[in-house]
């Protein structure tokens, strides 16, 4: 008889703290782990657990999982937010079939803040001991457990002086290729065999082994200010489009689709994109799409759903983007996790049909994508929890002790639809890529 697998059994403890840390200076300078926008998100520093999915059930093993996990832990936390307690940081492949890993990494400790509030989780692995030492009352030497003063724990490491990087065409992902692609998905779109395929390609180049990302972390987080800066296993990046957000049975997304660059050196070049993206059919049709495919897959789990009246142009430092809004209620409880595996991948970072465009681009596309365009988020004991797509983003590949340098691969990509011209495509990969390549610059 095959015996279930034993499920680790965590204790967290959570407890206030005193001043405002300073997230991205805690962060690890080699293998960050972050989430932040503005003055809401987290650090982990070190890992107790490391859950690792793969193939087209990866989000539903993972909720199962981490549902079980849940059940199972022993939590002590006087906060009581979304996101204190017990906490996994994760980042999901794009593709059924990718050889990336998917996983869901619980920090040994994780400093967190909303707003005006701030705490301290310890998390540790009791699955075969009942000695627990490692907790934020011992951490803070006798200070109340109700709330403790920043602990030295808390001191960050200076930071390292940066050496900048410059990316290239990728050996996989050239750009005539890219172009070419371009015109086989426009073809596919004119047989009727789908009306939208998202296409992307990729830039990379190489990095110190003991290069502090602390750097290229603030630097985003301090310019895109709409976007979630996150850092979960070499995944880097700041994305602007909430997957799902799912905090005490509400849900809320935002659906971005149609983009056009930005022009900081003119006031009028860039006020006359932003209007040539709210009128553009093309534009108006692709967005369309990826909001009802959304809406088609929270339906079942959700009640009162509703949308932005008009789509609106969002601003980011780097595009013009147009953006819709949702907000629902949920239907029973269903973690964060479940409603992101119903909805991915969404007409916004695949095409439509799904089926039809998801097969297009394996076909199409000379590489996997691994976690670009997949979900990156975190998910807490009760289910609740923050996903955006992995998008404006570089993966960087372990660290290994033989090298001196890490491979980090960029990536960027856009709707293709009938009429879309490749030129054009490729020029809006140019201004997706600027978030990386200025982070990562000098």
């Known amino acids: 008889m095959t015996r279930e697998p034993l499920v680790p059994k965590l204790k967290a403890v959570t407890r206030s703290l005193t001043e405002a840390p300073d997230l991205v200076a805690l962060a690890d300078p080699e293998h960050p782990l972050l989430w932040i926008r503005g003055d809401r998100g987290c650090v982990g520093i070190g890992e107790t657990l490391r859950l690792t999915f793969k193939g087209p059930d990866r989000f539903t093993d993972a909720a199962k999982k981490w549902r079980a996990i849940a059940k199972n832990a022993r939590i002590d936390d006087t906060v009581q937010m979304p996101g204190s307690g017990l906490m996994a940081l994760g980042t999901f492949a794009f593709a059924d079939h990718s050889g990336h890993e998917s996983v869901l990494i619980v920090p040994r400790i994780l400093v967190a803040r909303h707003r005006e509030a701030y705490w301290l989780t310890t998390i540790t ?23 403790t003063a920043n602990p030295a724990i808390l001191t960050p490491e200076a ?16 750009i005539d290729a890219y172009l070419a692609g371009v015109r086989k998905a426009t ?51 700041a994305s602007p489009e909430t997957l799902i957000r799912a905090t005490d049975g509400a849900v809320s997304a935002r659906v971005l689709a149609g983009t056009r660059g ?60 147009l953006a819709t809004d949702l907000g629902a209620t949920l239907k029973e409880h269903s973690s964060a996790l479940e409603l992101v595996g119903a909805i991915h991948p969404s007409a916004a ?5 799904t089926a039809a465009a998801v097969a297009a681009i394996k076909e199409i596309e000379p590489f996997d994508r691994g976690r670009y365009s997949g979900a990156v988020g975190w998910i807490d004991a009760d289910g609740d929890g923050e996903w955006v797509i992995a998008l404006r983003c570089a993966q960087l590949d372990p660290a290994d002790h033989r090298n001196s340098s890490r491979r980090i691969i ?25 978030p990386i390549t200025e982070a990562f610059g000098e």
């Open 410 to 434: 960029a990536s960027a990509g856009g709707g293709i639809v009938a009429g879309s011209d490749p030129e054009h495509e490729l020029r809006e990969t140019v201004s997706k890529f600027r």
């Open 349 to 353: 970072i695949a095409g439509t049909p």
């Open 262 to 321: 930005r022009h900081p050196e003119s006031e009028q070049r860039d006020a006359q994109a932003r209007d040539e993206l709210l009128t553009s059919s093309k534009e108006q049709h692709e967005h369309a799409f990826a909001v009802q495919s959304v809406v088609t897959a929270l339906s079942p789990y959700v009640n009162e759903l509703h949308t932005s009246e008009e789509p609106f142009p969002l601003q980011l430092p780097n595009v013009w983007h």
């Open 125 to 147: 692995d009791i699955t075969e001991t009942t000695d627990i030492t490692e907790t934020p009352e011992a951490a803070t030497a006798g200070n109340s457990p109700e709330t």
């Open 159 to 174: 930071p390292r002086p940066w050496q900048g990087i410059t990316f290239t065409e990728s050996t996989q992902s050239p």
């Open 187 to 237: 073809e596919t779109i004119n047989k009727g065999e789908a009306e939208k395929i998202v296409l992307a390609r990729q830039i990379e180049s190489t990095i110190a082994k003991d290069a502090d990302l602390r750097t290229p972390l603030s630097r985003l987080a301090d310019r895109y200010l709409d976007c979630w800066t996150f850092a979960v296993d070499g995944l880097i990046g």
